[in-house]
Nanobody
Framework: QVEVVESGGGLVQPGGSLRLSCAAS????????MAWFRQAPGKQRELVAG???????NYADSVKGRFTIARDNAKSTAYLQMNSLKPEDTAVYFCHVQNLVFQQIDTYWGQGTQVTVSS
């Protein structure tokens, strides 16, 4: 079993920055993929950014050039640096983890952290 805990959300003004952290603990064998999703009220959950354990990265078009994902594999932690935040970035941000155990991939979600961009 893997526990996923996010932190770092909050209220920020437009144009500001926030850094989210996602820590995975427990039976973490190979965290082949760590990603950030977000869900705004009334909308579907969407991928924001993801990173494989060998460094491949993908971003949603809406955040390219503003958000940066990073990982510390030794700490089983992922980060999301969010710059130039816009009101439309307001959402609950969830960390998603894929854990490879022998030949099986188990997926886990954190509880989410609220990001509000407002003046």
């Amino acid at each position: 079993q893997v526990e996923v805990v996010e932190s770092g959300g909050g209220l920020v003004q437009p144009g500001g920055s926030l850094r989210l952290s996602c820590a995975a603990s427990g039976s973490t064998f190979v965290l082949i993929y760590m990603a950030w999703f977000r869900q705004a009220p009334g909308k579907q959950r969407e991928l924001v950014a993801g990173m494989t354990n060998d460094g491949k990265i993908n971003y949603a078009d809406s955040v390219k050039g503003r958000f940066t994902i990073a990982r510390d594999n030794a700490k089983s932690t992922a980060y999301l640096q969010m710059n130039s935040l816009k009101p439309e970035d307001t959402a609950v941000y969830f960390c998603h983890v894929q854990n490879l155990v022998f030949q099986q991939i188990d997926t886990y979600w954190g509880q989410g952290t609220q990001v509000t961009v407002s003046s």
